[in-house]
């Protein structure tokens, strides 16, 4: 097997010395960059994800362009659903909206048991194509929502603001909230694996509305089937990231469950996370993407403070504590990742 | 002066002790009762607040039905900008909207400076006659928004998913940004002052928006705001009350604020942050709102655990997370404060 020309990503991932912070951004696929609307202008959302040369022509994009130290592929955490039956609505005004939302057990029987190496080969493709057409020039993220998140969107339907029906199905439904999500995450967990089995150098778990749930709530119906996921992952030495945002009660649990790296958002402390959780993990984060929108000076006196307090050694994946915003200017992120390769090398020698 | 027939409210704000904890909930008055929707679909929304006669009406109402420890004035903690200019709309679908949104120093410019005491006279002329009316049956709360939660919705101009604009503000041009924010802490000091000389026995100051704010933001554009008007609020032993949602990295130092008792939101473990902060301030909270949409039995179940999560003796204002839901179920509410009254003795012994 051919080697990463740079593999700072995967070593910061294992806590392996590095020259200087690697940095990637969640979302850098899609979104922001004026070549991806270009795409995106010729075909919806859903066609692009199905598509593995345009697909991975975006996730190129950022590397080519940004310079960041890692690609993930461009796709969304509903092609789960979607491949169960549930039909998938991107409204530019309104976001994801699922027609027919799972409220009871009919509504969940009638989803179809689906094979992600069949039922969403079109993402292993793309991930397969991405792999050969980066050349090794830097890693592949594959990645996957939580049960519990993808859960959120089955059932509301739409995105919420209270999650009452999702909410209201784990009160008021409790078994077959955990049937749901069971079957969720033996599919995530399949499908993770056949990512890194098509090529993907690591996965990341995204948990976008742990964060929703009181503590209790998050043990039993989200960092259970997580740790389950990350149990039943086919994977050599592929790093598995979970980013669990707003999850400030739980770090610790969630460096337990088999993760290597833990994703942080940006109000979570660095530097107390690492005194509690860094022997265990590495830590990715953790910059307020409202931050690109500063002034330069405050980018970078921004990347400053984070990678203070992250402090000197390996273990930290700069990122953005979420998803990059759409109209973060270019520039400003071509300035932004500058900054961590240059800062970051006095913290790592 | 006249005495509080029932004053359990008060006396565990100042951490005495009580037969049983008090039980009282955000967004008590308006939203959720069949009787407010009565009187709310004779009147728009701000005619309600303007209108003391029925402000009180409808703060008296949960007291009434619901058997509440305390009663919370019915208002908006926008009628602080209203009353400065800004011509606000409040609409159902969007929620409340301001036309011209603060963006730089000429639209500050053109707010005009107000004396609570005669701008918002109609807000403390309905917290004197509810005062009159509830004839020292329960404590009464008057409340307002933190400089920084204000100044979310003056800037962003209606409710945000990434506060964009407000957080530009703060990074571009952070000396308009203190100055919009000490202007604002100063005219909030006067009005909770001016609430409580009209007769509120408690005041809260709710910084909705603080958790999305990084620590180092929310310390100097957040906290340092609520400290200052902590300092400048006459009163004579009023308890003042902190709810900043979501800012789990700062309860102590809102607990140095010279506030008597913290709100802590569902995600909050009230037995951990007792342990922290408990010996400096009570602690108000922290039912997750949509628990109301469940079985009797999870309600209870849930009421049981908080108890047991704060522990024994004093100090502890059972309340929601958050404000009570739309459409919540009063039947439920009413089992919920049976609970907590119920459940509690045992722990106040």
């Given at each position: 097997?051919?080697?990463?020309k740079?593999?700072?990503?995967?070593r910061?991932?294992?806590?392996?010395?590095?020259?200087r912070?690697?940095?990637?951004?969640?979302?850098?696929?899609?979104?922001?960059?004026?070549?991806y609307?270009?795409?995106?202008?010729?075909v919806?959302?859903?066609?692009?994800?199905?598509?593995?040369?345009?697909?991975?022509?975006?996730?190129i994009?950022?590397?080519?362009?940004?310079?960041?130290?890692a690609?993930?592929?461009?796709?969304?955490?509903?092609?789960i659903?979607?491949?169960?039956?549930?039909?998938?609505?991107?409204l530019?005004?309104?976001?994801?909206?699922?027609?027919?939302?799972?409220?009871?057990?009919n509504?969940?029987?009638?989803?179809?048991?689906?094979?992600p190496?069949?039922?969403l080969?079109?993402?292993?493709?793309?991930?397969?194509?991405?792999?050969?057409?980066?050349?090794y020039r830097v890693?592949?993220?594959?990645?996957s929502?939580?049960?519990?998140?993808?859960f959120?969107?089955?059932?509301?339907?739409?995105?919420?603001?209270?999650?009452?029906?999702?909410?209201?199905?784990?009160?008021?439904?409790?078994?077959?909230?955990?049937?749901?999500?069971?079957?969720?995450?033996?599919?995530?967990?399949?499908?993770?694996?056949?990512?890194?089995?098509?090529?993907?150098?690591?996965v990341?778990?995204?948990?976008?509305?742990?964060?929703v749930?009181?503590?209790?709530?998050?043990?039993?119906?989200?960092?259970?089937?997580?740790?389950?996921?990350?149990?039943?992952?086919?994977?050599?030495?592929?790093p598995?990231?979970?980013?669990?945002?707003?999850?400030?009660?739980?770090?610790?649990?969630i460096?337990?469950?088999g993760?290597?790296?833990?994703?942080?958002?940006?109000?979570?402390?660095?530097?107390?996370?690492?005194?509690?959780?860094?022997?265990?993990?590495?830590?990715?984060?953790?910059?307020d993407p409202?931050?690109?929108?500063?002034?330069?000076?405050?980018?970078?006196?921004?990347?400053?403070?984070?990678?203070?307090?992250?402090?000197?050694?390996?273990?930290?994946?700069?990122?953005?504590?979420?998803?990059?915003?759409?109209?973060?200017?270019?520039?400003?992120?071509?300035?932004?990742?500058?900054?961590?390769?240059?800062?970051?090398v006095?913290?790592?020698?």
């Amino acid at each position: 097997m051919a080697e990463l020309k740079n593999d700072l990503f995967i070593r910061a991932c294992k806590k392996q010395a590095v020259e200087r912070t690697p940095v990637w951004m969640m979302r850098q696929a899609g979104r922001f960059l004026p070549e991806y609307r270009a795409v995106r202008d010729k075909v919806d959302f859903l066609t692009l994800c199905k598509t593995p040369e345009l697909a991975s022509e975006v996730t190129i994009q950022p590397v080519d362009i940004i310079g960041v130290d890692a690609a993930i592929i461009f796709s969304d955490i509903l092609v789960i659903p979607e491949a169960m039956g549930m039909k998938l609505e991107m409204l530019e005004s309104k976001g994801p909206v699922f027609e027919k939302p799972i409220r009871n057990e009919n509504d969940f029987k009638k989803l179809r048991s689906i094979d992600p190496t069949k039922n969403l080969k079109y993402v292993l493709d793309a991930v397969a194509l991405t792999k050969k057409n980066l050349n090794y020039r830097v890693p592949l993220i594959g990645f996957s929502g939580s049960p519990w998140t993808l859960f959120t969107y089955m059932v509301e339907g739409c995105g919420s603001k209270n999650f009452l029906n999702a909410k209201s199905l784990l009160y008021n439904n409790p078994k077959l909230a955990h049937s749901i999500l069971d079957r969720l995450a033996d599919i995530v967990a399949e499908y993770l694996s056949a990512k890194i089995e098509a090529g993907a150098d690591a996965v990341q778990i995204f948990d976008t509305w742990g964060g929703v749930l009181s503590q209790k709530d998050f043990n039993e119906f989200s960092l259970r089937y997580i740790s389950k996921i990350i149990s039943n992952i086919k994977r050599s030495d592929q790093p598995v990231i979970v980013f669990a945002k707003g999850v400030h009660h739980s770090l610790k649990e969630i460096a337990y469950t088999g993760a290597n790296v833990v994703g942080l958002d940006w109000t979570m402390d660095l530097h107390k996370v690492r005194n509690e959780i860094g022997e265990k993990v590495s830590l990715q984060g953790n910059m307020d993407p409202t931050v690109l929108f500063a002034d330069e000076k405050v980018i970078k006196d921004e990347v400053k403070r984070i990678l203070a307090s992250y402090g000197k050694g390996s273990g930290h994946i700069f990122n953005l504590g979420h998803g990059i915003l759409p109209n973060t200017d270019t520039e400003k992120v071509k300035a932004f990742i500058k900054y961590v390769k240059e800062e970051s090398v006095s913290y790592n020698k």
